[in-house]
C-alpha cells in the first residue's frame, strides 16, 4: 500500500530512455519501493530495471495499444495502491495518465521537470506556457504526474539487477481501439541525425520564402537545414527536417537555432548538441536557457550581415 | 456523422508573460489571447473530415475572445457554434467535465479537440475528456480517415515514426496536426459571420472536476548556465570561426 509506480515504455522491443529516467527520479524521491510496469514481452529484460525492486508484468500485446495499455496499469494500481505513479510527458503517457487517474480519482500533474516527496503529499513543477513560465503544484497522495523526457538523468536508473517479477491478471480489453502497423518515417534527402552542423528555423521565420536567405546562410556554413514542428506543420519544410519529440533527436557539433523560442518539445530534441548558438528578438525566449551563446536581434539582419560578411 | 470540435483561447506566448500579485496565477490584464494553435488543426481534420451530409459542431467554453473564436469557426465551414455556459474557468480537469456534460446530451461520433495546449497543467482535454465519457481516445493524432464505423487514425511516435489505430466511434481524438495546414478565414467573412450567424447557447452545470491539485507558485524557471549573450552579428561570426564552421 505504498511507493512508487513506474509505467515503463518501449519500442521495438527496446525499453525507451524516458523508462530510466522515471526510475531515476522514483528512486530519488524515498518515497518507498519502486514498482515497474511493463507490457508485452518486455518482462523478460526485467534485469534492465535494476533500480525497481519489483516488475509488474500487465502482459497485453508487444505493440502499444492505448484502451489495453492504460487498462493495465489501472489494474496494477488497484493490485499495488502506490503513493505516487509516474508516467512519461510523451505520446504514449498522454494516452494512459488521464484515464489511470480518472479510473481512480486522483489528482494529475502534466508536464513535470520536478517531483519531490513532501508531507502527505507531493510538490511538483511543470513546465508550461511554451517552457516561459515554471508552475510549482502541490498533491495530496496518491497522485499521477507525467514527468517531461529529459528532466531526470536516466543514467542513474540504469541499474542492472535481478528485481522480482510479478504477473498481473489483466481483464480483457474492450477492444475499441485496435493497432494496425508501424510506419516508419519516409527518408529525406538528408539525414539531420548524422549532420556536423544545423541550422534550424522555427516561427519566427514568418514566411515560407524568407527560408531562401537561412539556406543561403546554411550552404555557405556547410550545414544542413532543420525546423521545428510549426514549420512542418504549416507545409514549408519537409519532416525529415524537423528537430523536437515528434521529430528527430539531433546532436550536431553546432547546432544554430534561428527564430526558436524554444518549447519544451523542441528543446527534447535537440539540447545534446555540442554548442548550441540562439539568435531570437525575445530576450525570455526559453531557448537561451539551454544555448551556450545567444543573440537578441532580428534574425533576418543577422543572416543578412552573416551572409554578406561569409561571400 | 457529427463531429465536434473543443476549441480554447490560450496566452498568446508571443507577448510577456506576468506573474500577478499571488505569484500562483498568471496576469491577465495585459494578455493577450489567441486559439490554441493544436485547437486551429482540429478543427481543420474536422472540417477535411465533414462532407455535406456531415455536421461539424465548434464547441467552446463561455470567456473572453470565445465569441469571435466561434464565429471564425463558421466563417471557416463549422455547420454550428456552441458556446458553454455557466462553468467558471478552471484547470483542464474542470474543463472536461464541463465538455463532457455538454457532450452527454448529444449523439457525436468524433469529438476532436487540440492534442495539447500551454496551459494544461492537470492533463491534456482530450484523454481527460474520453475518461470522462468512458469513449475510447488517441492522442497525438497527424491523420483521421473514416471507415464504416470506425476510424483509422495515425498517431505519432517520436523520429518520425508513426502507428496505424483502428478505432470504433464514437471517440475522441487528440490532433497535433491536420493533414493540411489550417484554413484562413478573411476578417470580412468572420464579420459577416457575426451579423447573420448566430451562436448557440447552452448551460452546463458547474460540477467540480474530480481531484486537483493545488498552485503553490508561478515564476520563470531557474536557468542553469545560461547562454553567453553576443553583442552582434560580427561577435557571432567570431563564435562560428571558433567553432571552425566559418
Redesign the interface.
Given at each position: 500500500m505504498s511507493g512508487v509506480l513506474v509505467v515503463c515504455e518501449h519500442l521495438s522491443g527496446e525499453f525507451a530512455d524516458i523508462t530510466f529516467e522515471l526510475l531515476a527520479l522514483a528512486n530519488s524521491l524515498g518515497a518507498g519501493d519502486v514498482s515497474a510496469v511493463t507490457f508485452g514481452s518486455m518482462a523478460g529484460k526485467a534485469s534492465e530495471l535494476g533500480s525497481a525492486a519489483c516488475v509488474i508484468d500487465a502482459g497485453c500485446e508487444d505493440e502499444y495499444n492505448p484502451e489495453s495499455y492504460a487498462a493495465a496499469v489501472s489494474t496494477a494500481v488497484d493490485a499495488h495502491s502506490p503513493d505516487l505513479i509516474l508516467i512519461g510527458s510523451t505520446s504514449m503517457g498522454m494516452d494512459i495518465a488521464a484515464p489511470v487517474a480518472a479510473a481512480h480519482g486522483l489528482p494529475l500533474v502534466a508536464y513535470c521537470t520536478t517531483v519531490e516527496a513532501t508531507n502527505g503529499g507531493f510538490a511538483c513543477s511543470s513546465s508550461l506556457y511554451g517552457g516561459k513560465l515554471g508552475v510549482s503544484s502541490q498533491v495530496s497522495s496518491p497522485a499521477v504526474a507525467m514527468v517531461l523526457p529529459g528532466s531526470c538523468d536516466g543514467d542513474a536508473g540504469r541499474v542492472a539487477g535481478s528485481p522480482a517479477v510479478n504477473e498481473l491478471a489483466i481483464p480483457e480489453s474492450a477492444g475499441k481501439v485496435r493497432f494496425n502497423r508501424l510506419i516508419e518515417p519516409e527518408a529525406g534527402d538528408v539525414d539531420i541525425t548524422q549532420s556536423g552542423v544545423l541550422v534550424a528555423i522555427g516561427r519566427g521565420i514568418g514566411s515560407k520564402d524568407d527560408i531562401e536567405l537561412v539556406a543561403e546562410l546554411a550552404e555557405l556554413l556547410d550545414a544542413d537545414l532543420a525546423c521545428s514542428r510549426p514549420i512542418v506543420d504549416a507545409g514549408w519544410m519537409e519532416k525529415s527536417r524537423q528537430v523536437g519529440k515528434s521529430g528527430f533527436k539531433v546532436k550536431p557539433r553546432v547546432y544554430i537555432a534561428l527564430g526558436i523560442s524554444g518549447a519544451p518539445e523542441h528543446i527534447e530534441g535537440m539540447k545534446n548538441s555540442a554548442t548550441i548558438i540562439a539568435i531570437n528578438s525575445d530576450e525570455d525566449a526559453p531557448i537561451f536557457d539551454v544555448a551556450h551563446y545567444g543573440l537578441t536581434e532580428d534574425l533576418f539582419d543577422v543572416c543578412e550581415e552573416l551572409v554578406e560578411e561569409l561571400e | 456523422m457529427k463531429i465536434a470540435v473543443l476549441l480554447k483561447m490560450v496566452?498568446d506566448?508571443?507577448e510577456?508573460?506576468e506573474?500577478d500579485s499571488t505569484g500562483k496565477a498568471?496576469d491577465t490584464e495585459e494578455l493577450k489571447f489567441k486559439l490554441n494553435?493544436f485547437d486551429d488543426?482540429a478543427l481543420e481534420e474536422a472540417l477535411l473530415l465533414g462532407g455535406e451530409e456531415d455536421e461539424v459542431v465548434a464547441l467552446a467554453l463561455e470567456g473572453e475572445g470565445n465569441e469571435k473564436l466561434l464565429f471564425t469557426a463558421l466563417a471557416k465551414g463549422a455547420s454550428r457554434a456552441v458556446q458553454l455556459t455557466g462553468v467558471q474557468p478552471g484547470g483542464s480537469?474542470e474543463q472536461a467535465t464541463a465538455f463532457a456534460a455538454a457532450l452527454a446530451e448529444s449523439s457525436f461520433d468524433l469529438i476532436l479537440t487540440g492534442?495539447?495546449s500551454?496551459?494544461?497543467?492537470?492533463?491534456?482535454l482530450g484523454?481527460?475528456l474520453?475518461?470522462?465519457m468512458g469513449l475510447?481516445?488517441?492522442?497525438?493524432v497527424t491523420g483521421v480517415s473514416v471507415t464504416d464505423g470506425g476510424a483509422?487514425v495515425?498517431?505519432?511516435?517520436?523520429?518520425?515514426?508513426?502507428?496505424?489505430?483502428?478505432?470504433?466511434l464514437p471517440?475522441v481524438l487528440?490532433i497535433?496536426?491536420a493533414q493540411?495546414?489550417p484554413r484562413y478565414a478573411p476578417v470580412s467573412k468572420v464579420r459577416q459571420m457575426q451579423q447573420t450567424a448566430t451562436i448557440e447557447s447552452l448551460t452546463v452545470g458547474g460540477a467540480g472536476g474530480?481531484?486537483?491539485?493545488?498552485?503553490?507558485?508561478?515564476?520563470?524557471?531557474?536557468?542553469?548556465a545560461?547562454?553567453?549573450?553576443?553583442d552582434?552579428?560580427?561577435?557571432?561570426?567570431e563564435?562560428?570561426r571558433g567553432?571552425g564552421?566559418?
Open positions: - | 496566452p506566448l508571443v510577456e508573460l506573474v498568471l494553435e488543426h480537469g492534442v495539447q500551454v496551459d494544461d497543467r492537470e492533463g491534456q484523454p481527460l474520453a475518461a470522462r475510447p481516445c488517441v492522442s497525438v483509422t495515425n498517431k505519432e511516435y517520436s523520429g518520425g515514426v508513426m502507428a496505424e489505430f483502428e478505432v470504433t471517440a487528440g497535433q496536426s493540411q495546414p474530480g481531484a486537483e491539485s493545488e498552485v503553490t507558485a508561478m515564476a520563470p524557471p531557474e536557468v542553469g545560461s547562454a553567453k549573450m553576443l552582434d552579428a560580427a561577435a557571432l561570426l563564435v562560428l567553432e564552421v566559418a
